[in-house]
């Protein structure tokens, strides 16, 4: 469900038309939508609301500061890999206490800012990372609040490059360790234990892998708890998929609430969930130009003035999004390879797809993108961060301007001896 649709032909953002904000702000850029983002957290929170679970927002799908201002005054927590991510967090208005801290390797000062900042926990992913974050909160006579991310080995997710619970995978700590590391944890002064983490992928289509997975931590918590070792808390990471096109139709959160509480409820433990994709993936669309059309031996290339760097999910996954024409004139159809001016082949959006016949000038709109779009951006070929622009019923504002020229290489120093 999103608030993208067509009025007398044309593409509106809730009630702000699309071809207008192009006009204002210049293409390419993002849009998101108010009342989509609310809508998409409200649904999750809804399918707990009976459990007192924690939804903590994953910062990394989109990580815009009024994006989070939203999704916070949505009472939504947060989910945070980085220092930077933390901090923008905090600054968006998510209390500490409902602030989670993931990632494979959390750096000394990291540490340091989530212990400053009182988060709810730190999720540990190996032993010298649980051995760093013990030492670190003992010298300030604290214990740090952790759970240990558990590898379940199991496959899920739609793309090899976002499937993180299998073993070969970087993530988490090995099944076969998880008990001998949870009884070294519960015995050091800077660590309390509170409870098991685990996250197998993103973008997962069916219930089958989430519910094998979530099977197997209950009776990890099971074996925990016969050591000795309290466990409170059970955070089942993100990972529910999103539809991007006709035919895709994921998991309603109802129907994972329903399951997961089947696994779970004999635990009585306090859920916490980390999604990312299903708050944002749906409520944002990546506005372009068509530069030029043009026809080669074998096909018919639509240039775009969005790239790769602009939204890299296609090129790094191989990744499928609509693409819908701004305004929809019932031209007839023809095939194209929809590229972007980036000097790479990887630089493609879609190849062969059918759409109504464009010409340069022409708008497009790259649905589905408001997760892993913006935040993955780069400013690969001296291209500037495009704009951001939030939607909210018939208003509009830019929360990232595109930078200027001198803005993009403020940074940047030439040493004297060059001079
Ligand atoms: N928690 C952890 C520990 C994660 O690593 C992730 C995503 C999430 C939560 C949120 O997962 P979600 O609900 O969004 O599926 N850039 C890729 C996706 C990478 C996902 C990384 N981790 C893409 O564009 O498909």
């Not at 459990?51 to 949505?74: G, H, P, Q």
């Not at 008990?179 to 002064?189: D, N, T, V």
Request: hydrophobic fraction near 45%.
């Amino acid at each position: 469900m999103h608030h993208f649709q067509y009025r007398d032909g044309y593409l509106f953002a809730e009630d702000v038309d699309i071809t207008a904000l192009a006009d204002e702000i210049g293409t390419p850029f993002y849009v998101y939508s108010e009342a989509t983002l609310r809508r998409h957290i409200r649904v999750f929170q809804k399918a707990f609301a009976s459990s007192n679970a924690l939804v903590a927002y994953a910062v990394k799908a989109n990580s815009n500061l009024a994006v989070l201002k939203v999704l916070a005054s949505e009472g939504a927590g947060a989910d945070v890999v980085s220092g930077g991510e933390l901090q923008r967090a905090l600054k968006a208005g998510v209390a500490p206490e409902k602030i989670v801290f993931s990632g494979v390797a959390k750096t000394a000062d990291e540490i340091n800012a989530a212990l400053d900042a009182g988060i709810y926990q730190l999720n540990v992913e190996s032993e010298p990372e649980l051995e760093r974050i013990a030492q670190i909160a003992q010298a300030r006579g604290i214990a740090a609040p952790i759970a240990l991310r558990v590898n379940p080995d199991i496959a899920a997710g739609g793309h090899e490059k976002i499937s993180t619970g299998k073993s070969e995978d970087k993530f988490g700590i090995a099944w076969s360790d998880a008990r001998a590391l949870y009884a070294k944890a519960g015995a050091m002064p800077g660590i309390s234990v509170k409870g098991v983490d685990v996250h197998i992928g993103s973008q997962i289509a069916d219930l089958a892998p989430f519910e094998a997975a979530f099977q197997k931590v209950t009776t990890l918590i099971a074996d925990l708890r016969a050591d000795g070792c309290a466990i409170e808390r059970l955070d089942l990471g993100g990972g529910l998929g999103i539809s991007y096109g006709e035919g895709e139709a994921p998991p309603h959160p109802d129907a994972y609430a329903r399951m997961i509480r089947r696994v779970t409820e004999p635990l009585d433990v306090r859920l916490i969930f980390e999604p990312g994709r299903m708050i944002a993936g749906n409520a944002g669309i990546l506005v372009s130009r068509v530069i030029y059309v043009k026809v080669g031996e074998k096909r018919r290339f639509l240039i775009i003035d969005a790239g790769m760097n602009d939204l890299m999910r296609p090129a790094l996954y191989d990744a499928w999004h609509d693409i819908w024409p701004v305004a929809n004139r019932d031209a007839p159809t023809t095939i194209y390879d929809v590229v972007g001016p980036v000097c790479e082949s990887s630089d493609c959006f879609a190849k062969e797809r059918t759409l109504p016949e464009l010409r340069d000038g022409d708008l497009i709109a790259i649905m589905s993108a408001g997760a892993y779009g913006a935040s993955q951006t780069s400013e690969y070929n001296s291209r500037p961060l495009i704009p951001e622009v939030l939607v909210s019923g018939d208003a509009h504002a830019i929360i990232r301007k595109r930078p200027s020229f001198d803005e993009m290489i403020a940074g940047e120093v030439t040493p004297a001896w060059l001079d």
